[in-house]
């Protein structure tokens, strides 16, 4: 309640009431005279009042009495509960007595209701109450004067409702969270019913084309806020496909873009507002309510219709019920064209990502392996990824990394990253030496990107990257990294540990060596990786997030499927602050049936027993289809190892989805591949190889060089 001492300019309205007064009460002291300030008061525009000291009215001006439709004679000796019962008069007497009690003016109270006047409209009233006391200091009563704020309240409010919904509707890039956003911010202030009917389009995040359009095409509701009980039934659920009957006004204003009003419907029109084709023509209960159509259009396009309905207590729409609607829709479809487009984008960015993440992550029967990559709700897609990259004699390489920035871009730098990596693996480099070659690509990419004007290059000034190397016939894992987390390694036990594992740089950074760490792991350990997003949060610390992601993986009894779904449970309690990779893998180890070697000297007379050691073991598999191949391809690599290599050699067979030959001898010079001419006796020997192989290569130790070959162990393919 604003109260205030200033009385300044009351002086005088309280004289002309003590200008009767007698010392004997002889007359009644409320009897205004006919002078100039009692014709004052009596015909002045402000209504006015004055109460008795219990609060009944004792005299009223002309203002009034046409203000609140009481005629003067029902006013008198009354109290205001009894004249006005549909104002809020309790709190009104109570500002009075307060201002009895303790003499200090109320300025400027505002309050709404309806009168006899106008009874189907709600106003707003500003009244201002001060008290009168006569020249000897006694009370006499109070009297307050009151002005119609209709208008005012009503812009403020519409004001005040235009703000909520620019910024509520401003909120998110969701178009459904937008669309109930305008339903609920309009749901009681402007009407009783608010339903947001949105093309299909708009929802999926497709283009949308120019030009007319068609008033039935079918569209999707999207918000919806109901108040009266009376409406819920017949209107269309959210989600539900909903079309406006042909000729309806809403296929009008879907089609032309012509808002409608219509303030009373009748029982023959409010069939078509349940926006049911089934229900066309049917009597819904509509009858009496009052209705705005108004269409939501951005940029030129036509997203959909928002439909408010009002019950018949609240009185029909007006003009200016349609322009604010027009406004507050034109504010909405703002936001809901910026969803639109943010999705697509997004959509394009998942699609390209998906596409260039590995779709079956093939293993052999080295590891086991399971994934799962989430989005960011907020930031869009990224740039992470992972891969599984099968190697020579078994192995298998695990890689996740992490491409700085989110969306198209990040997307799509994703992708030669990845296919760099997969071309180093096919290197046989160690982890060490790819990661320093990838660490030169990424400063390559990010020259060209900064060389190039208006190009976004901050999306590209960075990477991580975890590279691992497993090899079953070892169970020797080599792991290095550059400034990414470190993996987690999951004993059969159930026991969690996160090697200690050499940083390493960035990518992008540039002349900063990388370093590698060997492991040993037991069969059936599980080997987790991850990208940052996992476990770090806005709302904790990255520590934290590892003690949970530990406690997370100490099952390793449950499929790699479900362990991914429990690790995902466990570290998000909401949407993602940041994209996510995960890669588990379970590993298996090659028992002693399916590796055979043997070391020999370099001397030609070998091959002979090299090529009979071949067959035995061949014959003990039971792959004797392979015996001709796999002959001649021991001949000819053993061979060229006692030719152009010094020292011992050594021979290799692996039995596991297909036959794998490997030599090693103690050379670093790569046997080169050429086609011998016709005249030449020799130089035939690695064509041979490559003709009858699966595929064969070359890779490098610390003591020397691998040539290996693989041989399919189908037996059609064998022959």
Known sequence: MNTSDDTAGQDGLAASFTLQRNDADEEPWWEVDHSLVGQFLARSPVGMAVMSPDLRYVWINDALERLGGVAREERLGKRLRDVLPKLDADAIE???????????????IEYRGRTQADPEREHAYSTSFFRLDDTLGRVRGVCYMVIDVTDRWRARQRLALVNEVSTQTGKSLDVIHIAQ??????????????????????????????????????LRRAGRHVATEELRGP???????????PSSPGARCLGDGTSYLCPV????????????????????????????????????????????????????????????????VARAAVGIDNARRFTREHNTALALQRFLLPRKLSTRSSLEVASRYLPARAGGVGGDWFDVIPLSGARVALVVGDVVGHGIHAAASMGPFRTAVR???????????????????????????????????????GATCLYAVYDPATRKCTMARAGHPPPAVVSPEGSVIFPDLPPGPPLGLGGLPFESAEFELAAGSVLALYTDGLIEARDRDVDVGLARLSAALASPDLPLDGLCTA????????????????????????????????DLPSDPAVVAEARTLAMRCLDEWGLPDLAFTLELIVSELVTNAIRYAPGPIRLRLIRQDVLICEVFDSSSTSPRLRHARTTDEGGRGLFLVAQMARRWGTRYTAEGKIIWAELDTSPADGA
């Open 567 to 598: 690790v995902l449970d466990a570290m998000l309690k909401g949407p993602a602050d940041d994209d996510i990779a995960l890669l588990l893998a379970r590993t298996h180890a090659l028992g002693a049936d399916q590796v055979a070697g043997w």
């Open 94 to 108: 109570a500002c009075m007595q307060e201002v009895l009690d303790t003499g200090k003016p109320a300025v400027d």
């Open 265 to 328: 419907l009748d029982d023959d029109t409010g069939g078509w507002l349940a926006a049911d084709p089934r229900a066309a023509g049917k009597n819904h209960g509509l009858g009496g309510c009052s209705l705005m159509l108004v269409r939501a259009d951005a940029r030129g396009h036509a997203l959909g219709v928002a439909t408010f309905v009002r019950g018949p207590s609240r009185g029909p729409f007006e003009q200016d019920d349609l322009l604010l609607a027009e406004d507050v």
């Open 423 to 461: 071309t180093l693996a096919d290197l046989e480099l160690p982890p060490e030496e790819l990661l320093a070659h990838l660490d030169d690509q990424m400063l390559s990419l990010i020259g060209e990107e900064s060389s190039q004007e208006d190009s976004p290059a901050s999306a590209v000034l």
């Open 235 to 245: 209107i269309a659920e959210t989600g539900q496909t909903v079309a406006f009957p």
């Open 181 to 218: 956003a305008l339903a609920d911010s309009c749901v009681p202030r402007l009407a009783d019913f608010v339903a947001v009917d949105l093309l299909d389009p708009v929802l999926w995040g497709e283009s949308l084309r120019r030009g007319p359009l068609l008033g039935t095409q079918p």
